[in-house]
């Protein structure tokens, strides 16, 4: 993984969960969260499309469960940006 796209993604769920530890969101998950619920999983999506300056897909958001999809996610859609697709 992309370690500049890494430390991004941290920031934006710094900005989502402001009260969760930094160093608590790599293992960060709905299931280990308590705030994380649909309403900050869209708060979520749209910080991650304005620092990104992509359009994550909603067909994906049910995947979007932990801060490693989260991250495989956008790194998928980056490739798929520099690829053309």
């Known amino acids: 993984m992309d370690n500049n796209v890494r430390e991004r993604v941290i920031k934006c769920f710094e900005t989502t969960f402001p009260t969760l530890p930094k160093s608590a969101i790599p293992s960060a998950s709905q299931a280990s969260v308590a705030e ?36 495989d996610n956008v790194e998928a859609q980056l490739s798929s940006r520099k690829d053309g697709a």
């Open 36 to 71: 994380w619920d649909s309403v900050a999983t869209v708060t979520l999506m749209n910080v991650l499309e304005d620092e990104f300056h992509t359009e994550l897909d909603l067909e994906q958001i049910a995947k979007l469960d932990s801060f490693d999809h989260v991250c």
